[in-house]
Each structure stands twice: as C-alpha cells, then as structure tokens.
C-alpha cells in the first residue's frame, strides 16, 4: 500500500459536475473518510470521452495534454479519474506521448502555441478505485465501517477500459490464466485484467456479498453507441442486468458515470418492453462505500439514480 | 464440413455438390462441399500506406491474422458475425477498398471496448486500427454517413466550443439530428424539456427527479442547460485545436 499518494490531482471530468453528481459527491465523501486528499484540476477541459479520438487524433492528444500540464502546474505526478472513459483517454495520451517522440515533441509546441505550459513531465494516470485500493484498501474500509453493508448481494460491475487495454491501464501483459509471477503486472497499482477484483474486496470489506458476475463483470455496456446504436447497448444492457439478476445480485455497483448511465437508461427502457429479469437497480460503489461509513442516503444523493435502489436498500435496513 | 467465418464468402462461390468425382474417383460425402476461388486485381496499396503512416494505426502491420481479435469481440459475437476486426484488417493491408466498403454498415458498430486489443498477441491495437481505416476511409469519401460518426462529430464540436461537454444539451441536440421536433426557448436558444417531441421512455426517465421532488439536482441540470458549463481559458487553446483537426481533415466532413 502507499504507492500511489496520498495527495493526488483530481480529475472529475464532465459528468461528475452534472448528471452524475452522486458519483462526485459519494467520492469525495469516501476519500475524506479513508484520509485521501483530492485537489481539484482548476479549469480542466473534456478528454475527448471515446468520441472525440475517433474524428481526430492529434486533436484528443492536445486535449489531454492540456489537462496534465494544468496538473503539473498544481504540483501533481499523479491525476485520478473517477470515470473509465476519462482515465482511459488520459492513459491513452500518456502512452503515446511516452513511446512516440514525434507526438510528444509536436503536442508540446502545439501546447505553447495555445498559451499552456509545456509537459516538462508526463504525469501518470490512475482511476479512483484504484487509487482507494492501494492508498486505504480493505482494510482502512473495515476499520472506518459504522454500519455494515449486511446482506447486501452485490454484482461488482467495472466495464471494459477499467482494465483495458494493457498497453494503457497496465495490466497483466497477456491474457491466459496464468499466476501472477508467471505474468507480472506491468505497474504493480494495476487491478487484474481478466478477473478485477479490487471493487469486490473494497465492498466486502465494508461487509457486502459480491456475487457471481462473471463474465459480465467487464463486458460493454455499449457506452459509446448509447444514444448513437441503440440496438447494441440495449443488448448488452440485457445481457449484463440479465446476468446479475439470475445470478441473485440486489444491487449493481458500477464504477464509471458512462457505464452507469448507460445500465440505467437501458433498464427503464427494457422494463418498459417488459423484458424479463431486468430490474436489478444501479448504484455507485462510493455511494455504497458511503452509506457503510455511516453516511445517509441523502448525504451520498441516493435520490440522483434513476433506477431507484433506496427500496431495496431499504428494505435492508441500509438507508 | 464446415467452413468457418461463412459470412466472408459470398454465397454465390459456395457450391455444394450431390455427387462428386474428381480424376475417376468419387469423393462424394467428404469433398462435396466447394468454395469457388476468387481474383482480386483491384487493391490500393497507398491505403494501406495512409494507415500505417499515422500514429495510431502503424501497429497493422504487427498483424498475423490469428482472429483472437474477432473471437473476442462482443460485437461479433452478441450482433453480427459480419463485424469482423481481423477481416478488416486483412482487408485494409491489402488494400481491398469495395471490399470493406460492403462491409461498412456493420464497421462502425465497433463500441470501443478494447477486449481485441487487450487480447492480441501481437501487440496491435486493434480498436485504434480500425477507427484509423474508418477515418481515412470517410477522409476519402469512401464511406457513408453513418450514426455513430454523426454523434462523434457532434460531441467533438461541443468539446470544441466550449471545452466541455453537458449531459443535457448533448441529449437533447442529438434527439433533435435524429429528426424529433425540439422546442427552444427564443433568445438563448435552449432546448425546453416536455415541450415538443421526446421519446417516450425519454419522458418518463427524466420525469423520475421530478417526482422524488429532486429539486437540487434539477436545479443543477437546469442551470447548466441554460449556462453551458465552459472551460475558462480557452479561446486561444481553441484555435490550436481548431487549426490541427483541420490538418487532420477531421472539420471537413
Ligand atoms: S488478434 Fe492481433 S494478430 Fe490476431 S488477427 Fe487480431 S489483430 Fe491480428
Ligand atoms: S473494441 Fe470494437 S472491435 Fe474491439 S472487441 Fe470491442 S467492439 Fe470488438
């Protein structure tokens, strides 16, 4: 543990600040509790999300490097993200600049020509849950626990660039079942590619049942075609909300405002088909997390999900 | 016997016989299923030139053709086995533009969950690859408008604007390119929820806040809204911005 910092620059990207609130809010709660500092990015711009890097490249590599640059000017190394979107594109970006010289040199004289300061430093990227894990992790979760998260059955959902791909989030090296020391991670802060763990061991510390999730545990939720290819993501929504509620799951807890937006338009919408097995309801992991340090459910905007879960946490005494 | 990947030959090379004899012998049963050759005299090897020359698409060529890609595409596997990332590939290397052109309603669908990449043994990065051949195949006018683009030109152009992005102007604006009658208000030409038309499921998702009288976050949605949320200094980044999309020919099209 300790790894990372205790001290971090964080990134909260767009949707932290607007829809998606309770994800700021139940984070910042969290990190205060577990005795993490987060200094919030002045001024940052949007990473370009999954959309922007496919209209223009050198284009989401400039805005990326805006906001380590403003990073660097608050004094950090480290930018956490709360969002797999964000931190994959600043992930992505460090990549780049880092194995090719030739976008590194050019973003940095684009960067002055736009009045930024040049990366004298390519800060690393992190996201949030990682960050909980290794600078607090189960252990500090148990101790800070007032009100454990009993009999709450939880499917961990972390969707697919929380861990991928390996050339960015730094994973295991390559798929294959392996043990660990015969694939060594390639940053030892990284979670396991193919079998996550890191959010199952937070909430079941804060005294949750995680059940069987897998493999939809990291499967799409079609995030990126959410409003463009509704057929797509309504499909993988189904699949994934199917799976945790057969599999016996009370509640989803998702890790990423895209992934939980999606999950939650796609229900109310197969709920209205009247598709079966589809009204597990979705909640943040920090807002469990939160309820557990004895938060109310106001206190972590339990009201802001539109799949509803206060019934059910409710109903387990929970909120 | 069976031929993998079917959906790649066209069923009209696909032949199967009752009987068949080759040189006087009957091999009927085991051989009588036949895919008839096909000749390509038409490639483009300055396509493939284009995509190994940009930052992102010059692992293409790392490529071995092995399809673990494919076999762990969910597109693929839950859509439509015509999304094909290996197939794509080869085809793009090869220079075989019609070929991917008949194949362009189903490339876009792509979600960009990276499992091909994740899980390439060669090193590719296969999602970065394939949004490279459909970039330079829209550059070329080789390739239709398709939703996904349209969203992802849309979004750019927000994040251009104002350097940040908000959920509801996004939401509403692209319901509006998709042909629903939009109420704005008159003078700063903001879109007015339940005042003209939404999809229904829309209505009654965005009614729940309303109902849990959840005044603080309407109010926050509301205010941003009305006031895009902006990214302070950003004119002069802007024009920068500006100046290498229009390098790239991503403001053309
Ligand atoms: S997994 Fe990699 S090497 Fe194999 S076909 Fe796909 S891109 Fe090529
Ligand atoms: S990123 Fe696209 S091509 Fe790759 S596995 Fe996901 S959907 Fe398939």
Known sequence: MGVIGKRVAYYPGCSLEGASRAYDVSTRIVAKELGLELDYLEDYNCCGAMESKNVTFMGTMLLNARNMSLARKQGHDVIVAPCNGCSFSLQRAEYFLETDR???ERVNALLREGGVDQLDKIPHTYHILEWFYHEAGPQKVKEKTKRPLRGLKVANYYGCLYTRPHFYARTYAHAGGQEEEVRPRKRDTADDDEHPYYMNALLEAAGATSVEFEPMHTQCCGGPHSLSDEQVSEKFVMMILQTAKRNGADIIATECPL???????????????????VDVPAAYFTQLLGLAFGYSANDVKLKDNLSDPLPVLKRLGLA | MAIHERSLVEPERILRKERLVVEGIDVSGDWNLIILPRVINDYDLDFAKEIVNSPDGKTINQCYQCSYCTASCPVHNYWDERYNPRHFIYLARLGMIDELQKRADVMWRCVSCHKCTHRCPKGVLVEEVLK??????????????YPSKKFDKFFTEQVLEYGRIEDGELLFGWIEKQGYKVVKDPILKKPIPFIGETPEWLKQ???????????????????????????KNWNKFKQVLRKVMEEEGALAH
């Open chain 2, 132 to 145: 490279v051949i459909l970039r330079t195949m829209a550059k070329k006018g080789l390739i239709e408008e």
């Open chain 1, 259 to 277: 992934c939980h937006a999606s999950v939650e338009m796609y229900r109310h919408r197969l709920m209205m088909k009247g598709v079966p097995d």
């Open chain 2, 205 to 231: 998702l965005t009614l729940k806040p309303i109902k849990s009288m959840n005044i603080g976050f309407l109010m926050l949605n509301a205010k941003h809204m009305l006031f895009h949320p902006r990214t």
């Open chain 1, 102 to 104: 030739n976008v590194f």
